[in-house]
């Protein structure tokens, strides 16, 4: 396989781009230094390379399956678990006297990149169980979280989310499980969920399943809906696992891609009572159930791009590797052919892709410092970081899941034949990416909560906040030479969505929800296009700054950057208009459409 991250790029983004070696100045992270990030990052590479990426491919052709009821996976998946386990990545982030490093999020999220891309199907284990235990440190009991947080930061417990049911996928005002009060203040659950990652295997001692349910004689609609910690065997007293709960697996989901992630539907309460326990008050569980959702959000953006990144680097290599064909002013057939990263339009795919997951990664570890900042930068500033994260977090979710698809295909197609066939990575990767636009809500869904309240909750702050922050780096690059063309394209796009949204969001009444939704994919397009172009701003200024006392070895990377964000500004940001315009209009293409003329 070819390599799977580009390890240089992560350091720049985090500690030339981002500067995250300045989070040191912060109590929780007084003890740590750019020494110890790099070193924790180098232990990263090491676990993902040895022990993830060594069964990428077995995952996928051998994805898992229930023999005697239990459900089978390639024994170089327990392995993996066992590695990151021992390399404490379960509770790195969290305090010291949980056994955590205190990392901030940031530099997690670079840890955890590390095993997406290495290995998108056995991260999504450890995926889950950090968010699972994420959730119920700030909404658990203190006993709840001895009984249940505990075992899964030490790794011996895995944990899972699960929320959709086979009639109600994204929609969970419709959910159906139970909740029925016991008289010992538990509750016995009883439903379905479907499309539960993670929700079966024998990985780990124990399964903490984090449920969605409606309290029997609840409210419909949301407002009904509580969360409960749900394990898949009883918790003894003394905290040992006893008998079985009850979650029963009724059968697995064959998927596309991410194989080496057992996808499941799970019935509660089948041959007996499964008992879980309340998380926080009741009707307060989708509430509470958005943290480790958004969390899962940005992961998933991350996901993608890592995705993405493998993607291009195979490719890359292959460009150079590959001979074949001349120069277009050559026109000797006696002369040798020429590797294909030779020829221009060749050289358009690569940049592209650089363009996409490059820019992707950028802003996925600008979202995971907001929420460094969010919980220990100063408190006067919290709650503009607040929505300036809530805003971002659709487009973090979405763009790079559409554009490393559209990295991918290009992946591909530099490889011509061999891009499609399974003896190379790139294939696997398009389809493991394919997932990603559709996991932890669709397109649409994060269209219709930019558009319906992201971008008008508290007055529009939110925007506000992004287009200072963009002006204020415009402003910060303007004594740079090379980058007047991401510059004049960014202040273009900036002019051209805020005259759309001027012309839009005031209309909100008379249009009606139906027809101001309607385009919510446009404001998704329109914004996602021009928030990485501020991101290939960033990363260009960070070169710029650096190249003049560049080692030589390191000034190339430099120029790719530079050369990278002219690509974006001409190739890609001139898109944000079209989709400015159409948002502007209030278009009734879609909603005039029938549903009879199909």
């Not at 929609?171 to 008289?183: E, N, V």
């Amino acid at each position: 396989m070819a390599p799977f991250l580009n390890r240089r790029d992560l350091q720049f983004q985090l500690f030339e781009a981002l500067d995250t070696e300045a989070l040191t100045a912060r109590p929780r992270f007084a003890e740590h230094s750019r020494e110890v990030y790099e070193d924790i990052l180098n232990v990263a590479y090491t676990v993902a390379d040895r022990y993830f990426a060594n069964h990428t491919r077995e995952g996928d052709l051998n994805e898992p399956h229930v023999v005697g009821g239990r459900v089978q996976l390639p024994a170089a998946v327990g392995e993996a678990m066992r590695a990151f386990r021992e390399a404490g990545f379960f509770s790195a982030h969290h305090d010291e006297e949980l056994g955590g490093l205190q990392l901030p999020w940031v530099v997690m999220q670079a840890v955890q990149a590390h095993f997406q891309a290495a290995n998108v199907g056995s991260s999504g284990y450890p995926f889950l169980t950090i968010g699972n235990a994420n959730l119920q440190r700030i909404f658990a009991s203190p006993e709840q979280q001895q009984k249940y947080m505990l075992p899964l930061l030490e790794g011996r417990w895995f944990g899972t989310m699960a929320l959709s049911e086979p009639q109600a996928g994204s929609g969970l005002a419709d959910i159906t499980t139970t909740a029925t009060p016991l008289a010992d203040g538990t509750y016995a659950i009883s439903g379905t969920k479907m499309w539960i990652s993670g929700g079966e295997h024998e990985l780990s001692e124990n399964i903490v399943h984090l449920v969605l349910a409606r309290i029997a004689g609840g409210p419909a609609g949301v407002k009904g809906i509580s969360l409960f910690l749900v394990p898949r065997y009883r918790v003894q007293a003394d905290g040992s696992v006893g008998e079985g709960n009850h979650v029963v697996l009724a059968g697995l989901n064959h998927k596309m891609g991410y194989r080496g992630t057992t996808n499941t539907l799970l019935n509660f309460g089948e041959g007996g009572q499964t008992v879980g326990e309340i998380v926080g008050e009741p009707g307060r569980g989708l509430a509470q159930m958005f943290h480790m959702m958004n969390e899962a959000r940005i992961g998933v953006g991350m996901g993608a791009v890592m995705l993405g990144t493998a993607g291009y680097l195979a490719s890359l290599e292959y460009a150079r590797d590959r001979r074949q064909g001349r120069h277009a002013s050559n026109k000797d057939p006696h002369a040798p052919p020429v590797p294909i990263i030779e020829h221009a339009d060749v050289r358009r795919l690569l940049l592209r892709q650089k363009a996409f997951v490059e820019g992707g990664l950028a802003l996925g570890l600008y979202a995971s410092l907001l929420v460094d900042d969010l919980q220990t930068g100063p408190e006067a500033e919290r709650t503009d970081t607040g929505l300036l994260l809530d805003l971002l977090t659709p487009i973090v979710k979405s763009w790079p899941s559409r554009y490393s698809q559209e990295a991918l295909s290009d992946a591909i197609q530099v490889m011509g034949g061999a891009g499609y066939t399974r003896d190379f990575p790139v294939e696997m990767y398009y389809r493991d990416n394919r997932l990603n636009p559709i996991h932890e809500g669709t397109e649409g869904i994060q269209g219709n909560d930019l558009l319906g309240r992201k971008l008008t909750q508290a007055g529009g702050r939110g925007l506000e906040i992004l287009l200072a922050r963009i002006q204020a780096d415009l402003n910060a690059s303007d004594d740079l030479s090379g980058l007047e063309d991401i510059r004049a394209a960014l202040r273009t796009a900036v002019t051209q969505c805020t005259a759309a949204l001027g012309a839009l969001l005031p209309r909100a009444a008379e249009l009606g929800p139906d027809l101001l939704l309607a385009n919510a994919n446009s404001a998704l397009e329109m914004l996602g296009h021009t928030v990485v172009g501020w991101m290939w701003l960033r990363q260009a200024t960070a070169a710029a700054r650096a190249l003049p006392g560049a080692r030589p070895s390191d000034q190339p990377f430099y120029q790719g950057k530079l050369h990278a964000a002219r690509f974006y500004a001409t190739h890609e940001l001139p898109k944000v208009r079209a989709h400015a315009d159409l948002l502007a209009s209030a278009d009734r293409t879609t909603t005039d459409m029938h549903t009879d003329w199909f």
